[in-house]
């Protein structure tokens, strides 16, 4: 059984009031809250040209830098996929039709994940408990990296933030690693597992397959064995560095907000809409290719307290929310660039390296 974690939810006025304001706006311009053509114009570039430069890498002798150069844009282009295609999929923000989610979703399987326990991992777990040290899994990444003040201390961490960049590159295949133990284990962290049904367990060994096949026996047989390393070491390596730094922007950084939970029950005095807006940061608005790029998720204040509507509404929302945090003296952390955001998660790793960062 996890830890228990209820929120303050005797008041909510703040959610209240915003969710009628969003509401307003969709029902104003007759939006659908879900994907729409900017959205499927990402998928008709994002999804054919991965298959494009994975069968260019395969087939086409190129000089070597050439090809080192397209396995680091062969990982970038799997890392949009995931922040445009799986992301919005997997929240069921996509489409308005359920078995389009479905489907798009098992980009995940395709990225070398799983699906239906991303769904837990991230949708449910890490959307509601959002730095709650004990239940995020998201934060759970000790002994290599402390990142909040309830987390113990380990003499190696005064160096995190010079390492932790390398480590972030191996994101993906821990990734892909970890899943064998939530499977088995039948829990994500401290949360138990819901049961999988046999579609489930057909669909996580079949992914799990497929990752072999695609990524190593085919370009061993095709390209060789040491091809295959470096392009698959480069790949993978720019994948997770990619999807590791946007996240961690998100919620590790100056100012954000922590909780902590252990066995007995822990309520967090405010309602679950402040704590996303607390533990949550945004970056670079005025960027349009890291919007992107990133699916949005420079925008992640609004994609926490709405993940159900499609990133490609966020922009538009976020004066909405902007202003409602404002009315009711609710920070609304914002960097104004990816590298202000970066150098901030940076100070913050480094703080937490320090004896001076102990307890809460």
């Known amino acids: ?22 509401d307003a706006y ?19 570039i994002l999804l054919p040209s991965a298959i494009g430069l994975y069968l260019l890498l395969m087939l086409v002798d190129m000089p070597w830098l050439l090809t080192a150069s397209l396995w680091v844009v062969f990982g970038l282009n799997m890392a949009a996929i995931g922040f445009n295609i799986m992301h919005d999929a997997c929240h069921g923000s996509f489409s308005t039709r359920g078995w389009v989610n479905e489907l798009f ?26 730095n709650v040290d004990g239940v995020d899994d998201d934060i759970n990444n000790m002994p290599f990296l402390r990142q909040c003040a309830t987390q113990p201390l380990k003499p190696v961490h005064r160096f995190q933030a010079i390492y932790m960049f390398f480590l972030y590159g191996f994101t993906s295949l821990f990734m892909f690693f970890m899943d064998y133990i939530k499977y088995f284990s039948k829990k994500v962290y401290t949360t ?13 060994w079949t992914g799990k397959l497929f990752f072999i096949a695609f990524y190593i026996v085919m370009p061993i047989l095709l390209v060789g064995w040491k091809w295959w390393l470096v392009g698959f070491i480069l790949s993978q390596f720019t994948l997770g560095l990619t999807l590791a730094v946007v996240f961690q922007l998100a919620h590790v950084v100056e100012h954000a907000e922590f909780e902590a939970a252990g066995m007995d029950p822990v309520k967090i005095e405010n309602e679950w809409a402040i704590h996303q807006v607390k533990t949550t940061a945004n970056f670079a608005f005025s960027n349009r290719i890291i919007t992107w790029f990133v699916g949005g998720l420079n925008y992640q204040i609004e994609h926490h307290l709405f993940p159900r509507i499609s990133h490609i509404h966020y922009p538009a929302l976020s004066r909405i929310v902007h202003d409602t945090c404002e009315k009711f003296g609710i920070q609304y952390l914002y960097f104004h660039s990816t590298r202000a955001a970066i150098a901030s998660h940076v100070r ?11 307890g809460r």
């Open 348 to 358: 913050f790793m480094h703080a937490m390296g320090r004896p001076a960062y102990l």
């Open 105 to 130: 979703g098992l980009t995940n399987n395709f990225l070398g994940g799983n699906a239906f326990l991303w769904k837990l991992k991230h949708n449910i777990i890490h959307h509601t408990y959002t």
């Open 1 to 22: 059984m996890g830890y228990r974690v209820t929120f303050n939810n005797s008041n909510r006025d703040f959610f209240n009031t915003l969710k009628s304001e969003v």
């Open 192 to 204: 138990p597992l819901k049961p999988m049904d046999a579609k489930e367990h057909v669909l996580f």
């Open 26 to 44: 969709f029902e104003k311009n007759g939006l659908k809250k879900t994907g729409n053509w900017r959205l499927y114009l990402k998928t008709a």
